[in-house]
């Protein structure tokens, strides 16, 4: 289940619950309230454990990036050594190897700044997520403590 569907609910019982006459307090039920606590106990290490995945993907991008760089740049580099048996196809293979390392640092900063940006995008999602969490927890226990709008008299 989805924290914030927990986190409405939670907001739900306390909003919805029976005040305390001559006060502004209100009444729930504890036991629904510590079902939906252990519902969220057991999701948010989900969504961390999702992110986590995020980040060893990441991971894995950047490593594939780096291999497929140094295999290109082993081959220019192969390509360089066959090639340097005239003057002129050795100038010709040191410009070509120089364009293929070229290609391949362009190619491996791309795609490591692609997995960043898709990391930092769903790290944000989750930052977000759990603020929401953390500010509808603290409205409800304001709520609970009797710092909310006093609750209508019956």
């Known amino acids: 289940m989805d924290v914030l569907v927990l986190i409405d609910k939670l907001d739900d019982l306390v909003h919805n619950a029976k005040g305390v006459m001559m006060t502004d307090q209100v009444r729930v039920d504890k036991e629904e309230i510590y079902d939906i606590l252990d519902q969220m ?3 948010i290490p989900e ?5 986590r995945w995020i980040v ?14 140094e295999r290109i740049v082993k ?3 192969d390509r360089q050594e066959r090639l340097i048996s005239e003057e002129e196809i050795v ?6 190897a120089e364009d293929i390392i070229e290609e391949a640092r362009g190619r491996e ?3 490591r ?3 960043e940006d898709y990391a ?3 790290l944000g999602t989750l930052e977000t997520n759990l603020s929401k969490f953390i500010a509808a927890v603290q409205r409800g226990r304001d709520r609970l403590a009797g710092k909310d709008e006093p609750a209508e008299m019956l």
């Open 41 to 43: 106990r057991a999701t």
């Open 91 to 96: 100038k010709q293979a040191e410009r070509a």
């Open 75 to 77: 081959e220019a580099r």
């Open 56 to 69: 060893k993907e990441r991971q894995e991008m950047l490593a594939e990036a780096k291999r497929e760089a």
């Open 120 to 122: 930092d995008e769903i």
């Open 109 to 111: 900063r791309e795609i």
């Open 113 to 115: 700044l692609g997995a």
């Open 47 to 51: 969504e961390i454990k999702q992110a």
